[in-house]
């Protein structure tokens, strides 16, 4: 069975000013759109989170946090990527001195069927034999690898069980400088496509095709 994509994001990390970020300007200044456009705004019950501004593509939606700026992915393909990163770079153009930390986006994939070869990806021998002779059960099992890519990272993490996969890509850069962090979300989407798609391929892994309905 092949993967599916899941929890596509894009983040932008700093000390954001949420008394301007609201739904009107989001729309505005973040997604660009025409002042006084309406947009979708998903608003918690408990209030434990910050509200949510859907674009009105129905791709991305944006949470606006006192310590990270949050783009979800609705749709996760990458043109809606593509979308949600150059939300970010506007609301960094927007905004240039806001204080910034990171910026990174999320490529994920899993699956609730895993093959015996994805198991084996994260399965160990020596140490969950050694776990298991101390009476440990093991719940969950992972392996990260953080690679060099271009000016920042590349964190690959895969995890699961028998029962579940996940391989997990995050793009992540550090930087206080504003200028480097739109750089950072300025990579060529093609770029970050082929990248995933050669790890995948590299550990025989499979993505489901899914089809979107335009008229939505």
């Known amino acids: 069975m092949g993967l599916q994509p899941f929890n596509w994001s894009v983040v932008v990390i700093g000390y954001w000013n949420l008394a301007i970020l609201g739904p009107g300007r989001i729309a505005e200044k973040v997604f660009g759109l025409d002042k006084g456009t309406k947009v979708p705004v998903m608003v918690p019950i408990d209030m434990t989170v910050p509200c949510q501004?859907?674009?009105p593509n129905g791709k991305i939606r944006v949470a606006a946090h006192a310590t990270r700026l949050e783009f979800s992915l609705i749709r996760?393909?990458?043109d809606a990527l593509k979308n949600a990163m150059d939300c970010a770079v506007k609301a960094l153009r927007w905004l240039p001195e806001t204080?910034?930390?990171a910026a990174g986006f999320n490529v994920?994939?899993?699956t609730d069927r895993p093959s015996s070869?994805?198991?084996?990806m994260y399965v160990?021998?020596?140490?969950?034999?050694a776990l298991g002779e101390s009476g440990y059960?093991?719940?969950?099992?992972s392996v990260a690898r953080t690679l060099q890519y271009k000016t920042g990272k590349l964190n690959i993490t895969v995890q699961g069980d028998v029962e579940h996969f996940e391989f997990l890509c995050n793009f992540h850069r550090d930087s206080k400088s504003n200028k480097d962090l739109i750089e950072w979300l300025s990579i060529p989407i093609a770029d970050i496509q082929g990248e995933v798609t050669q790890l995948l391929e590299k550990f025989q892994?499979?993505?489901?095709?899914t089809s979107h309905d335009d008229a939505e």
């Open 53 to 55: 501004v859907e674009h």
């Open 76 to 78: 996760m393909d990458y």
């Open 99 to 101: 204080p910034v930390q």
């Open 108 to 110: 994920n994939h899993k």
């Open 117 to 120: 070869a994805m198991i084996k």
């Open 124 to 129: 160990k021998d020596d140490i969950d034999h």
């Open 137 to 141: 059960d093991i719940a969950a099992r």
């Open 205 to 209: 892994l499979t993505v489901e095709e």
